[in-house]
């Protein structure tokens, strides 16, 4: 069954048992509200921006039941999700788990966030899914369009800074969007949990595996700009990797390092709404990345660099930019074989402050959003984080 090694690739698939034809199923496209925030008993309201690059982009702002008797809310928070996963992510256990929901009950004004290629975001002005332009982005875009946007569009409905938190890629992207000073200043405070801003101490097996066989590559060989595991090509292409080369038989470990508290038997119900679709260049970014050691933008080669950058090299993103007096909360676990402890001593070592820690020895990447356990080990002390820095009347 290798071929489940394509939905561990996004991060959020958690055992080998379930089959081809469940993962290669068509997923819930009508809305985030529809399939998943109404039926829980909160009110979901849909909203649509559009980036200065021309992708329109969905985010959807929920509350508690409580909150729409009371008609007030709380700071408004925006949640970023990770790589091949959307605002889904958020809301994929009960509401005494998921984040999304506890953050509405605890007063929050929620917003989710989908970005650009994601099945809710899946819009342009001018070009269609079809059209290779469409895909010609990486994550450098999703912070710079996507994630500025979104906050830009907060800020301005909500008239006040903003919370921000982000999981994985979205953490990669909260830290370049807050070098720019525009999107910094509409921040209040940013809780990051898997914080990766350097990716180079990566040591999940099949991670070193992908990139030394340079399967970002294979697939721009095979004239792939979009990179969405439940087509066929992709799956049969990721199966490969394991051929005679490594035991795949952990398929989790292997990608992620040890996760120690998902509900295991909602594995299928996950795989209905994740693995969302991503661009083949933002592959080959986050592989420059592991590669390189760097925290810079897409790397086009010497030629291309030069005419794009007016360097040689790309420019790096500069984590020393982001202002001393932003408050900044992170939680990365001992487990974690993406957002490596190493790399996060890095990035702490490069930012100007000091954020607060929480460090969980047991915890793997897919824990901090999906942990049945997560409400009392991650996410109160993000709650407490957020309440100390902005007093509420209704808290």
């Not at 090694?5 to 529809?34: D, E, F, R, Y």
């Not at 830290?175 to 990051?192: I, N």
């Not at 760097?294 to 020393?320: R, V, W």
């Not at 676990?333 to 702490?348: F, M, Q």
Request: with cysteine; net charge negative; aromatic share 12%.
């Amino acid at each position: 069954m290798k071929w489940l090694l394509v939905a561990v690739l996004t991060a959020v698939t958690i055992s080998s048992a379930v089959t081809q034809s469940h993962i290669l199923l068509g997923s819930p496209v009508n809305s985030l509200c529809t399939d998943l925030i109404h039926p829980a008993g909160y009110s979901c309201t849909e909203h649509t921006i559009q980036t200065k690059d021309g992708y329109i982009l969905a985010l959807q702002r929920v509350a508690s039941p409580a909150q729409n008797l009371t008609l007030q809310y709380g700071p408004p928070v925006l949640l970023q999700h990770g790589l091949f996963m959307a605002g889904d992510v958020w809301f994929l256990d009960s509401p005494k788990e998921s984040l999304g929901f506890i953050l509405a009950d605890h007063g929050f004004d929620v917003w989710v966030g989908n970005v650009r290629g994601t099945r809710y975001s899946y819009g342009h002005v001018t070009f269609s899914e079809t059209d290779k332009e469409f895909w010609d982005w990486s994550w450098q875009d999703l912070a710079m369009y996507d994630l500025a946007e979104m906050v830009q569009y907060m800020y301005s409905l909500a008239n006040s800074k903003i919370f921000l938190v982000g999981h994985s890629q979205g953490t990669i992207m909260s830290f370049a969007a807050l070098t720019q000073p525009r999107v910094a200043e509409m921040v209040e405070a940013a809780a990051l949990l898997c914080p990766i801003s350097y990716l180079d101490h990566v040591t999940a097996p099949l991670v070193e595996r992908m990139v030394f066989m340079h399967l970002d590559q294979m697939v721009v060989a095979l004239g792939l700009h979009q990179i969405n595991f439940r087509s066929e090509t992709l799956v049969k292409l990721v199966d490969s990797l394991c051929e005679g080369h490594m035991d795949c038989t952990d398929f989790l470990s292997s990608i992620t390092g040890e996760n120690c508290c998902f509900n295991a038997s909602r594995i299928e119900y996950y795989l209905d709404y994740e693995p969302h679709p991503s661009s083949v260049k933002n592959l080959r970014h986050l592989f420059q990345m592991i590669r390189k050691g760097s925290f810079a933008q897409y790397d086009y080669g010497f030629l291309k660099n030069i005419l794009t950058y007016g360097t040689s090299k790309p420019p790096e993103f500069e984590l020393g930019l982001i202002p001393a007096s932003l408050p900044m909360w992170m939680g990365y676990g001992g487990s974690d074989l993406l957002a490596d402890v190493t790399d996060v001593e890095r990035t702490l070592a490069e930012l100007p402050s000091r954020p607060e820690l929480l460090y969980l020895e047991n915890y793997g990447h897919i824990d901090f959003v999906l942990s049945t356990s997560a409400k009392e080990d991650v996410y109160k002390h993000m709650i407490q984080f957020f309440r100390a820095r902005k007093k509420s009347s209704i808290w």
